[in-house]
């Protein structure tokens, strides 16, 4: 937590009424219920609250007093066993703190500063798209991002390297000319079916993007034709499953109206995409296509399974000429369609085009001098020898989108150098903050519309729900709960199923465990967390809720009965009390484990530091792994008798305390996420008691505690999450103010979690803003 001198005396020091207060009123609290544990020579946990010279500084000594305000707060000191400060002597305490030690004005919160900073891969991702209509594969080209405080938005983190500009550069170049294809607008239509429109012949309900090689089956789809004749088609698809080499095979026929046009065997194959090309007569209108999969050899033993992925089949003609269409990109760019012959007109038109795409690249009106140095790029190109109108205006977009202004996202203030001014952010700089917190984009034109008429504030609540009822807030939800709930990271996670599921078969292993039920996995979370926002359902259902959203493959992964069809449903799990909420799905309870057991201490510590906001100190160094007090006992033992003999070390009990009784209290879900009731033939108690005092018997009466009793730690532990990700900086001790009315907010809107969303946009530090 860093220290922020501003609010304090110009010496630095608090002042003599500070002194009064602290020891008239603060002082004897200490003594009553904490200097028996840090003071007086001890220091347990390595913390002392007695231990100054100068009373002055320690008065000042934010991060001392930081501690103990966040751990009363949390209830996790004095210890449930100790006796407790009493309501009103708590309400003193923690209030003393925030007036005389933060210097808390609750009428004028401080929104505090955000560093300048480059678009993340997501961000330059879907403006980019939202732009011109390109997808350009940021992920491929891009280096990683940086995280801190477990965002990739953090202004602090995303710094540029050399190796970033050059990426830029290479990436503007590539971009315009996917956009702006020579010959775009005169170019064949092209028509696209995704893998998702595809549905099984044989049920027509059921997603057909999915072929196992082990049964013979087909999927279908239609695509519109403009026009009879000749088409090029494409089929891109993919094998998945196995991730070692198998035996298995089948053979794929691709079929157009009832006619085979392309055929493949297929086996084991890693690549991203497979691709079948061919030519195929289409009439006018509607066609009809299917993809017919034939099982052939089985897999070896001990070998997996695969199958087979429809990505997207693409059409492109009539070949012969007769019909023309300008693709997506040519249109966003070249608002009035071909360019005029005379060069005046042609002038003109470069400025509107300029005028259009910059100020939404730039997120504010273009100066003059701006555009008429972009107008005279693109017309010098134009003119030249053998190049066109279109060539100019890719070269002056490729200037603008290796530029600053759009790379970086900075905001601009009347004194930026003056740590004492604390102004409202311009309206469009408000709909860029808007637009990447909601849609990880630039703003559309309504919102920089609403900003150029000082309307968007007037505007700020409808536009909320206009943003979070479009589809591009899936992108909120997939960038947030990716990285809060670490979702993003489950397909790729590495776990061996054969261990935990204690077989010597991966063929049985990955019948059980593979990359669909990954992948289903994260899409529950998505559709869970999103169902809760947009519904207007109270936050704490994300913990305690009793539905979910399953399909067939993860109900049965699961064990819930009575869902069919291959798309994610709400299903209510009223008679499965041991599933709902985050802290029973797969993605939680995957991502928390090691590759071959589950682990007690890594889901204590998320739950402590994502969902109660009460993070337990690093581990000392060389601490002996549980495997080695396995190695040393003579007979198997499970993992809470493992974790009673770790915890055992003077060192080690401490945090094992807060963490331990919330880890083992999930132990009856093994580290794929499955429900068992025993381990290593013994009985598994999920019972335990917080460091708060509550105690619980079992997962559902766990979720319950964390839902009710400490709802007040999850909401103000959420609100600092969302705030987080919107503004692009870690917490400090003065957004104290501002988490504070987040959680009022919260209680008086019956937990919604919409609402929450709502009210960081309207808090200070997204408001408003600071110098440096």
């Known amino acids: 937590m860093r220290f922020l001198g501003w609010f304090f005396l110009a ?59 966040r751990n009363v707060r949390s209830q996790i000191m004095p210890p449930s066993e100790e006796d407790q400060l009493e309501i009103e002597e708590k309400k003193q305490l923690l209030t003393w703190i925030e007036r005389e030690v933060f210097k808390l004005d609750p009428k004028n919160p401080d929104p505090g500063r955000v560093t300048i900073r480059r678009l993340n891969r997501s961000e330059y991702y879907y403006a980019i798209k939202d732009l011109l209509g390109v997808e350009y594969a940021t992920w491929d080209n891009f280096p990683a991002d940086d995280t801190g405080y477990g965002f990739d938005t953090i ?68 695509v519109s034709a403009p026009g009879q004749g000749y088409y090029d088609v494409n089929f891109d698809f993919a094998i998945r499953g196995a991730d070692e080499a198998t035996d298995q095979s089948a053979y794929l026929e691709f079929f157009i109206n009832g006619k085979k046009v392309a055929q493949r065997a297929l086996g084991w194959d890693q690549r991203d995409s497979i691709r079948l090309s061919s030519k195929a007569k289409l009439k006018k209108g509607e066609n009809h296509l299917e993809v017919k999969l034939i099982a052939k050899k089985p897999p070896g033993e001990n070998q997996g399974e695969q199958g087979l992925v429809v990505k997207i089949v693409r059409i492109k003609g009539p070949l012969d000429g007769s019909f023309k269409e300008a693709p997506k990109g040519y249109k966003m760019i070249m608002v009035d369609g071909p360019a005029p012959k005379e060069m005046r007109d042609r002038e003109l038109y470069a400025r509107k085009i300029m005028r259009s795409f910059v100020s939404r690249a730039f997120r504010r009106p273009l100066d003059s001098v701006t555009v008429a140095r972009l107008v005279k790029m693109a017309m010098k190109v134009d003119g030249s020898p053998g190049r066109t109108f279109e060539d100019g205006i890719k070269h002056a977009m490729t200037a603008v989108l290796a530029s600053p202004r759009f790379l970086f996202r900075a905001e601009i203030q009347p004194e930026p150098n003056n740590k004492d001014k604390v102004v409202l952010l311009d309206e469009y700089a408000l709909a860029a903050r808007l637009s990447f917190f909601l849609w990880s984009s630039v703003p559309d034109d309504e919102l920089l519309s609403l900003a150029y008429k ?73 559709m869970f967390f999103e169902f809760v926002l947009k519904n207007d359902r109270p936050a704490e259902e994300l913990i305690s809720a009793k539905y979910s959203f399953l399909n067939s493959r993860l109900a049965k992964f699961y064990g819930v009965n009575g869902v069919v069809g291959e798309e994610h449903q709400l299903v209510d799990l009223t008679e499965h009390p041991e599933r709902g909420g985050i802290l029973t799905q797969g993605t939680f309870l995957v991502v928390t484990s090691n590759p071959t057991r589950t682990s007690p201490v890594k889901r204590g510590l998320f739950v402590l530091d994502n969902l109660l906001g009460t993070p337990a100190p690093p581990a000392p160094p060389n601490v002996p792994e549980l495997e080695e007090i396995a190695h040393k006992s003579k007979k198997p033992m499970t993992m809470r008798q493992m974790m009673e003999v770790h915890r055992e070390k003077p060192i080690c009990a401490g945090c094992h305390a807060r963490m331990d ?23 598994i108690d999920s019972g335990g008691q917080l460091v708060t005092g509550e105690k619980f018997s079992n997962v559902t009466t766990l979720k319950s505690i964390l839902a009710d009793e400490r709802r007040d730690d999850f909401y103000r532990c959420l609100s600092e999450k969302l705030l987080t990700y919107a503004i692009g900086r870690g917490p400090e001790y003065f957004d104290a103010v501002t988490i504070d009315a987040l959680v009022k907010r919260l209680h008086d809107k019956n937990g919604s979690l919409k609402e929450l969303v709502v009210g960081v946009i309207a808090s200070a530090p997204f408001q408003k803003r600071r110098g440096d």
Not at 481 to 489: A, E, I, K, N, T
């Open 155 to 222: 202004g602090e983190v995303l710094t540029i390297s050399p190796l970033h500009m050059e990426k830029y550069i290479e990436a503007a170049s590539s971009i315009v000319e996917m956009a702006l294809p020579r010959g775009a607008a005169t170019a064949m239509p092209v028509r696209e079916v995704r893998g998702s429109q595809f549905r099984l012949v044989d049920d027509g309900k059921q997603r057909g993007s999915w072929l196992p090689f082990k049964t013979s089956r087909s999927s279908e789809a239609k």
């Open 11 to 69: 010496t630095g020091m608090a002042g003599a009424d500070a002194k009064l207060s602290f020891e008239k009123e603060i002082e004897p609290l200490l003594d009553a219920y904490c200097i028996d544990c840090h003071g007086d020579g001890k220091a347990k946990g390595e913390f002392s609250m007695d231990e100054y010279k100068d009373l002055t500084k320690h008065l000042n000594d934010v991060d001392h007093w930081m501690a103990i305000w």
């Open 661 to 683: 009784p919330i880890g083992l209290g999930l132990e009856n879900f093994n580290a794929l996420g499955q429900f068992r009731s025993d381990e290593k033939g013994v009985k």
């Open 454 to 526: 000082k309307e968007l504030r007037k505007n700020l609540n409808s536009q909320v729900n206009r943003m979070l009822n479009d589809s591009r807030s899936r992108r909120f939800v997939e960038n947030f709960v990716g990285q809060w709930l670490q979702s993003r990271d489950i397909e790729e996670f590495a776990i061996d199923p054969r261990r935990i599921l204690n077989t010597t078969s991966q063929l049985e292993a990955t019948k059980v465990f593979n990359g669909r039920v990954k992948k289903d996995m994260k899409t529950e979370t998505e």
